[in-house]
Each structure stands twice: as C-alpha cells, then as structure tokens.
C-alpha cells in the first residue's frame, strides 16, 4: 500500500475539530504556565532560603520531577477527588497536575537564574538604603527573569505534548480527537501523523514567539514605547533618589535635634 492510496482529504475535512483539540491544549497549558511560573518562583525562593524552608522546597523538587505526567493526572483526577471529595474537571485536573509536575522545573530555572544576577547589585541596592523585599522585586527578579526566558519557553512546549496524555481522563485534546476520528474513520496513520505535525507546528510557533518576546525584552525599544519606557525609568530613578535623601535626612535632624539640647543645657552653665 502506497502512501498516495491513504485519505489525506481527512486531514482537512476534519481541520476544525483538531484544531479545537489544539486549542484545549493550549488553554490547559496556559493557565498551567502562570500557576507553575508563580509556584516555581516561590519554590526557588524557599530553596535558597534556610532550613527548613530549603528541606521542603528541595523535598517537593525531587518528588514531582520524577512522577511521569500521566500518573500526575491520573493521581490528581481519581486519587485527590476522592481524599478531598471534589470532583474535578478534565481541565482542572488537566491544570493541577501540569502545575505541581512544571512548578517543580520551574523553581530549578529560577533558582540557577537568581545565582546568575551579580551579587554586587544586591550590595548597590543596600548601599542606596533599600529594602530587601525592593531590592528582590526591582532589581533582582527582573534580570532573572530575562536569564529564565529562554528556558520558560521550552517548559511551555513541554507541557503542550503532556497533554497528550491526559487522553486517559477524557480531555478532548489533540490525542483525544485523533482518537474519536481513528474510531470512526479506521485511518489511524493519516491522522496521527496530522496529530504529530500539528504539535510540531505547535512547538515552532510557540518557539518564535518567545524568541520574539526574549528579544524584545533584552533588547532596547525605540519609537514611542522607548520615550514611555525611559519616562517611566527617569520617575523611578527620582523616587529612588527621592526616598534615598529622606532617609539619610532623618540621622541629620535627629542630631540637630540633640545638637539643640545641648546648646540649651550649655547656655544657662555659660551664664
């Protein structure tokens, strides 16, 4: 059998229902990236924090790196529903297991990423008088999170193919639609292989777009988005200096305050 003697027509006579299949997964992945973003900061920050915070944080990293996407959601739809007596959905257990598997990734990228900021920002910071907390947000995070881009990217794509595995519970994702259709129409290689081009087409738009978002993000802007963003970092430099001249304002009042004193003391002994 020849490959001409296959039905390619089923490729596009059923083009919208695979690429609704695509767009749940993408949808699942999306939600699942934020939750897992935000997990694996906070993961990253526990894991470089002291015991036992770091203990925890490493715990958890070791645990949901080594269980396999399909035992994660079969784990969380069957398993979780039962202890806690929630019924999930197929796309919310889709987004808790994709979150607890990817949150564990997450925070390795992020913890390599904030060892990879200099330390001597940290030190400008506290010579300027800042706070930790601001130096975290205003100065650290955003160059780790540059450093991290790249590797968020790869995550996303990897969790776009784990949804393939989330057939099992019922997700109509890509799989699960190629499955539908395989059943009805017995052309299992035509359709597989427009499952396996469309992740591959998936995974490459996925890629550019994030280079285009990487690029943008490291490399300075110009037109108008220059003149907004230069605004915005001028106001924030005038803050800054601005905070960084009341505090070191406050030991020079108070010294005039006990410099008065003391002359009022002195003045009545001088009399």
């Known amino acids: ?30 939600v699942a990236l934020v939750i897992a973003t935000v997990g694996g900061l906070l993961l990253a920050v526990l ?12 715990l958890y990293i070791n645990i949901f790196r080594g269980v396999p996407a399909l035992v994660s959601v079969i ?15 197929v796309f919310q257990a889709g987004v808790i297991a994709l979150s607890l598997l990817y949150s564990a990734f997450m925070a390795e990228i992020f913890r390599s990423a904030l060892s990879a900021v200099p330390t001597g920002h940290r030190e400008a910071g506290q010579a300027l008088g800042l706070r930790s907390s601001r130096i975290f947000v205003s100065i650290i995070l955003p160059q780790a999170f540059k450093i991290a881009l790249p590797n968020i990217g790869s995550m996303f794509i990897g969790m776009v ?17 190629t499955q539908n259709l395989v059943s009805s129409t ?16 998936a995974a490459f738009v996925i890629d550019l777009i994030f280079r285009l978002v990487e690029s943008a993000y490291i490399r300075p802007p110009k037109g108008a988005l220059a003149k907004v963003l230069r605004s915005r970092r001028h106001r924030r ?22 410099g008065t004193s003391s002359a009022a003391l002195t003045r009545p002994t001088d009399q």
């Open 1 to 30: 059998m020849n490959i001409s003697d296959y039905n390619w027509g089923l490729i596009w006579d059923n083009r919208s229902v695979l690429l609704n299949g695509l767009l749940v997964a993408l949808q699942v992945s999306l």
């Open 47 to 58: 894991r470089m924090s002291g015991r036992p915070w770091s203990w925890i944080a490493l």
């Open 75 to 89: 784990w969380v739809y069957f398993g979780v529903a039962l202890l806690l007596g929630v019924n999930f959905s």
């Open 161 to 177: 193919k784990d949804t393939s595995t989330f057939t099992v519970i019922g997700l109509l994702e890509v799989v699960r639609v």
């Open 186 to 201: 017995f052309q299992p290689f035509v359709l597989y292989t427009a499952a396996a081009l469309i992740y591959v087409v």
């Open 237 to 258: 430099i005038q803050r800054i200096i601005a905070e960084v001249d009341t505090s070191s304002m406050m030991p020079s009042a108070g010294t005039a305050e006990v």
